[in-house]
């Protein structure tokens, strides 16, 4: 079974959050897909994601450039993995309904945002009684603390 994260959002954007996230993946030598919901939302993060340098520079592709297939991370608002990564990180609410080609999934979502929460729980539930192994994680003021 995969395992899947559930990461509460409380003091930062996923597009804050996500770069030390993605940089522990590439120190774990894995790759990572971002599904986004939104084109403008994926647009964003392509150039944050090219802006950081710190923990790590974060290499990634999007649909139209060449050999998708050696990107590191592959950003995208459909359902593609053309990197056969074995990590999924989903954003703006993504579902994730084929979870069997990932290790694991990170399911990042806004704590002060309603209806983000309500989605999440809702996809908490779906999984948790398909037989995944689930964890929650809270941002803190300093990192992130697992809360079940």
């Known amino acids: 079974m995969t395992k899947v994260g559930f990461y509460h959002l409380t003091r930062t954007s996923a597009a804050e959050a996500l770069p030390q996230l993605l940089s522990r993946t590439l120190a774990s030598h894995n790759k990572a897909a971002v599904w986004c919901s939104s084109k403008p939302f994926l647009e964003m993060l392509d150039k944050a994601l090219w802006a950081v340098f710190t ?10 450039i060449l050999r998708p ?3 590191p991370i592959w950003l995208t608002t459909e359902d593609d993995v053309p990197n056969a990564a074995k990590f999924l990180f989903l954003l703006e609410n993504r579902n994730c309904t084929e979870t069997t080609p990932f290790e ?18 809702i996809r908490w539930k779906t999984l948790k009684d398909a037989g995944h192994e689930l964890a929650y994680w809270q941002q803190q003021d300093k ?3 697992q809360m079940r």
């Not at 923990?55 to 139209?64: D, F, I, S, V």
């Open 69 to 71: 297939d050696l990107q």
């Open 143 to 145: 990192g992130w603390k």
């Open 104 to 121: 694991r999934i990170f399911d990042l979502f806004d704590g002060h945002d309603e209806d983000a929460v309500a989605a999440a729980r």
């Open 55 to 64: 923990p790590t520079w974060l290499p990634h592709g999007k649909a139209g």
